[in-house]
Each structure stands twice: as structure tokens, then as C-alpha cells.
């Protein structure tokens, strides 16, 4: 039985996966995929839990339409939903299907941050949502976790190894000649003797920032050298990106609690606040995706900050809780 459940339950992670993936890239993306194809395939449980799982995510987006809704009763003021339109979706024992949408989010929430989950519980060191954390290692080197991050230390007489499982660190290397400091992450890695850089896993890759100095970044055999206030993406294809310049104090803020925006659209707003929220905002509405954000805000209350975007962006927001909000 115990073994049973636990195969369920992998295949419902394997499901959310795909259905976060689907969300993020389209349907018509995910169903042409190769890997996805072959995954349906295996089993008829997995096709099975894919679709019921896909159909509750489907009805999310239904409740987030609905939410928006609103009927205009003034030049400027608008009305609620009113609560049978909320009920005709989560039907009259409301508070169980709330459950079930929740459970849903939050394991599509989970999905979301599952690549490496099993080596992070492990990690040498590791940060929980919304916590930075700094370690010093004991030649005099400093890092700094950022939100949901995790990586593991090996100190050797040849070298100072870091791997980066998941999220960004940035390092401030001690100076010593005889042992390069090298970070690990996605396909290659970045070498430094002293300097500070700082690095972050993403969907795509893993990205290299230079602080001061100059740091190696390689992919197998291809090396690029950087130097202060350059950038490179490590593609999850082996591949080394454009070198381009970043603006220093932007890339660091979130070591000072603080986060930058300059002409960001809201879609990626909403996905760097995601990484410091322990619950799930979610855009309803298409049309404010690429609405442009600018401004300095403070990453230790992101319900302050989610209200902040609704004042300046005139925007509504509809929380079915404190952990699940619907921004339209």
C-alpha cells in the first residue's frame, strides 16, 4: 500500500510538471513534445491523473475569470462578484472544493520548484521561501542564499567547490592562487581565485552576473572570460549566451532585502515575487501581462507589495486566501 501511494503521488508530481510547463509555454508546445508523448504512454494512470488534474486546473482559470468580473456602477466604482457566480464553480459545499483547488495550486506550486527538491533536502545548506541567509566558508569566503535556495560545499586542497542546486547565491571569494573557487550550476560552471559573482538557476539555464573582477565561465570546452557588471547564460543546451552588461545595484538589491524593476512586464514581476511568497499569485486576466513595472520595493512583506502593484497599476485583486490571490 505505502509503495502504491508513493507511486501515485509521483505520478501526480510528474502531472503538475507538465501541467506548470503547459501553463507557461502553451498546450500546443507541450503536446508536441516528445518526452511528454512517451511519459502519456506508460501508463494509463498517468494519462488518467494528467487530465483530472488538468481539468482542476482549468476550472482555476474559469474561478480567476469569474473573480475578475466586475459590473460597473459609477465612473470609478465597481462592484463584487456576486457569490453565485462564485458558488456556480465551486458549487454549494464551497469549502471542500476550496480545499481542492488549493491542494491543486499547491502542488502545482511544489512541481514548480521540484527540479533538484530531493538533493536540496540534502544540500550542505539551504534557505526557505522569503529567508537570505549568509555562510562563510572557512578560508574567509562569503555567501549569500537568496530565497528557496540550495547548494553543498566540498573544500578540497585543489579546489573550493560549490554546486548550486536551485535558486542564486553570490559569492564573495577569498583570494588564494592555489585553490580556484568554482561554482557548479545547470551545465557548466564559473571559476573565479577572487572576486565576487553572483549565480542563479533558471528554467533555461543557469546565469553567471560579475560583481568585481573577473570570473571564467565555462561549457565543456568553450570558455568566456567576465569582467565586472557582465552577464552570460549557461543554456540548459551546453551552450554560452551573449556576454551583456547589467546595472550593479539592480542585480545585488536582493541581498539588501530589496527588489529592482525597470520596465519589467508584470508576468515576470509576479514570477520573482512567486520566489519569495509562500503562496501562489496568479495573473486572470491576459491583458495586464505585459503591463510595464518600474520602481525600488522591499522583498520582506510581498502582500504589501502585491498591494502596492494594484494602487499604482489600478489593479483588483480577489484572495480566495492569504496564500492564493488572483490579480486582475
Not at 482555476?60 to 473573480?67: A, C, E, H, K, Q
Not at 561554482?183 to 564559473?190: D, E, H, L, N, R
Request: with cysteine; glycine share 8%; proline share 2%.
Amino acid at each position: 500500500m505505502g509503495l502504491q501511494k508513493k507511486t501515485i503521488e509521483q505520478i501526480e508530481e510528474a502531472a503538475a510538471i507538465w501541467i506548470l510547463k503547459m501553463d507557461s509555454e502553451g498546450e500546443g508546445a507541450v503536446q508536441e513534445d516528445l518526452v511528454f508523448q512517451d511519459w502519456l504512454k506508460q501508463s494509463g494512470d498517468h494519462a488518467s491523473v494528467f487530465y483530472a488534474l488538468k481539468e482542476i486546473w482549468r476550472e482555476l482559470d474559469d474561478v480567476g475569470s469569474v473573480l475578475s468580473e466586475t459590473t460597473r456602477t459609477g465612473k470609478d466604482n465597481y462592484a463584487p462578484v456576486p457569490p453565485s457566480k462564485i458558488y456556480k464553480y465551486f458549487g454549494t459545499d464551497h469549502i471542500q472544493q476550496w480545499g481542492l483547488i488549493a491542494a491543486m495550486v499547491c502542488l502545482v506550486f511544489t512541481a514548480s520548484y521540484s527540479t533538484g527538491y530531493f538533493d536540496a533536502f540534502m544540500a550542505d545548506e539551504t534557505t526557505s521561501t522569503g529567508e537570505i541567509r549568509q555562510v562563510i566558508l572557512e578560508d574567509g569566503s562569503h555567501i549569500r542564499l537568496n530565497s528557496n535556495s540550495a547548494l553543498n560545499i566540498e573544500m578540497t586542497r585543489f579546489e573550493r567547490r560549490i554546486t548550486l542546486i536551485k535558486g542564486e547565491a553570490s559569492f564573495d571569494v577569498a583570494k588564494d592562487p592555489t585553490r580556484p573557487f568554482v561554482v557548479y550550476a545547470g551545465t557548466g560552471q564559473a571559476k573565479a581565485l577572487g572576486t565576487i559573482y553572483m549565480v542563479r538557476l533558471r528554467d533555461e539555464g543557469a546565469v553567471v552576473s560579475v560583481i568585481e573582477s573577473q570570473v571564467e565561465v565555462g561549457v565543456g570546452r568553450t570558455r568566456k572570460m567576465l569582467h565586472a557588471a557582465e552577464r552570460v547564460m549557461i543554456g540548459t543546451d551546453r551552450r554560452l549566451g551573449q556576454v551583456e552588461t547589467i546595472d550593479i545595484i539592480r542585480a545585488t538589491a536582493w541581498e539588501r532585502g530589496k527588489i529592482i524593476f525597470e520596465n519589467t512586464p508584470l508576468s515576470e514581476v509576479i514570477a520573482e515575487i512567486n520566489t519569495h511568497f509562500s503562496g501562489y499569485i496568479r495573473l486572470s486576466n491576459p491583458e495586464i501581462r505585459d503591463i510595464q513595472v518600474n520602481g525600488v520595493f522591499e522583498l520582506s512583506d510581498p502582500l504589501a507589495l502585491v498591494e502596492l502593484l494594484e494602487e499604482s497599476l489600478n489593479l483588483k485583486s480577489t484572495r480566495l486566501t492569504d496564500h492564493l490571490i488572483f490579480l486582475h
